[in-house]
């Protein structure tokens, strides 16, 4: 079974970790990005999420929002699920959208990557 407990590092060198998983799927932890939108040094910014419970078999999917208000007025959202391969390697596979704050609603069209 994969659990989202721990530290976890993706493909560009970021690292998530999830600290608190409760018994109804909701957790938070924090995310430390190494892809900023303002060119500034990374910081640690907070996550909170729900992972869908299965049971023992199965695997789970989840979904989490870190909030960049730090260093940046944006929000992404991330979807995503876990794995375990045969060797016991515990993988997640995601996708995220960004949200950045813009000044009206004729820039909404630029606002969403």
């Given at each position: 079974q994969?659990?989202?407990n721990g530290?976890?590092?993706n493909d560009q060198g970021s690292l998530m970790e999830i600290s608190v998983l409760r018994d109804n799927g909701d957790f938070q932890g924090?995310?430390?990005t190494e892809v900023t939108l303002?060119?500034?040094?990374a910081q640690i910014s907070p996550l909170k999420g729900a992972q869908q419970q299965l049971g023992e078999e199965g695997w789970p999917t989840f979904a989490f929002t870190v909030r960049w208000d730090k260093f940046s007025?944006?929000?992404t959202a991330f979807v995503g699920q876990c794995f375990v391969d045969a060797?016991?390697?515990e993988t997640l596979?995601?996708?995220?959208?960004?949200?950045e704050a813009v000044g009206s609603?004729?820039?909404d069209w630029k606002a969403t990557r």
């Open positions: 994969c659990q989202l530290l976890w590092r924090q995310y430390l303002s060119g500034v040094c007025n944006a929000t060797g016991g390697k596979t995601t996708m995220w959208l960004l949200r609603l004729e820039e």
